[in-house]
């Protein structure tokens, strides 16, 4: 069998969270997590048409407070292609945790609607262990990607 065929067992969510996939976040709680992670924030009306037009956003919330300590979304042509953007976890004991949730369910959903697609992925360093447990090649048969950003 195909190791991009084959997925991972099921990370479990750290305790105290909770996955939430229908009503996404505030750009306040966005920012805040960005923020916390070294990123760059962006203003509330960008973030208000980034998740208009994604197809879906995954939150990870801590249950007593109600704060994000972890996001990802996606977007794709519905064809061809599909992005996952923005992935993001809070630093501390729990951030190979959250980014292993984060990046399994994403996966999970993408195979079922989207099965066939490509997908690219912008991640953070912190990120690429989780990403390697779910299959990700680093530089797979020499491609690299590069970014440019359009400030």
């Known amino acids: 069998m195909l190791s991009f065929l084959q997925q991972p067992s099921i990370p479990p969510l750290p305790e105290g969270t909770r996955l939430e996939t229908s009503i996404p976040p505030t750009s306040q709680q966005l ?6 992670c070294g990123e760059s924030i962006h203003p509330e009306e960008r973030w208000e048409l980034a998740l208009q ?24 042509d519905l064809a061809l292609n599909a992005n996952l953007w923005n992935l993001a976890a809070k630093p501390g004991p729990n951030q190979g945790a959250l980014f292993a949730v984060l990046v399994h369910r994403a996966l999970q959903i993408l195979r079922r609607d ?15 262990e989780a990403l390697k447990q779910q299959g990700f090649l680093i530089d797979p048969n020499g491609i690299r990607a590069m970014g440019l950003s359009l400030s």
Do not use: H, K, Y
């Open 31 to 36: 920012n805040t997590l960005l923020m916390s």
């Open 53 to 76: 037009r994604s197809l879906w956003q995954i939150s990870i919330l801590e249950e007593s407070t109600g704060e994000l300590v972890g996001f990802v979304r996606a977007t794709s």
């Open 114 to 128: 989207l099965p066939g697609c490509s997908l690219s992925i912008s991640a953070p360093a912190d990120a690429l």
